[in-house]
């Protein structure tokens, strides 16, 4: 989560640090400002791999030989 938040793509909180107000400021925000959602989103697809499923299962496959 730490590197999605750190490229923009992301906020995190501390769960006990979070109250229902501020949750509910956050989604708001994000609601009237399309573009800032936007740009998230765009950031969040940067951090994608593509094959990771794919990398994933032959780790494994590998530690089982």
């Not at 979070?18 to 765009?42: A, C, R, W, Y």
Request: some cysteine.
């Amino acid at each position: 989560a730490q590197v999605f938040a750190q490229a923009g793509a992301a906020y995190t909180y501390r769960q006990n640090d979070l109250t229902g107000v501020q949750l509910e400021n956050i989604v708001l925000d994000l609601l009237n400002q399309p573009e800032k959602l936007e740009k998230m989103s765009h950031q969040a697809r940067s951090l994608a791999i593509p094959d990771s499923v794919e990398q994933l299962v032959s780790l494994i496959k590998d530690q089982c030989h």
